[in-house]
């Protein structure tokens, strides 16, 4: 069985208070098939930006 420091911890964490838990306030599409989410901690309000690579498929339209 795995020890509690062995796990890995994924996701984003707020460097202010550790908060795994965020909302998305703005979210917009760059070239290169990448998205730029801006995200605020729901704990403290700090606020982040993170730019994430899109996997778009052929048949999927994003803007709906």
Request: hydrophobic content about 25%; proline content about 3%.
């Amino acid at each position: 069985m795995e020890s509690e420091e062995s796990r890995e911890v994924l996701g984003i964490h707020c460097p202010r208070c550790g908060c795994a838990h965020w909302y998305v306030t703005r979210t917009e599409r760059l070239p290169g098939d990448r998205i730029r989410r801006r995200r605020q901690c729901r704990h403290c309000g700090y606020r982040t930006v993170t730019v994430e690579i899109a996997h778009w498929s052929k048949s999927h339209d994003w803007r709906k």
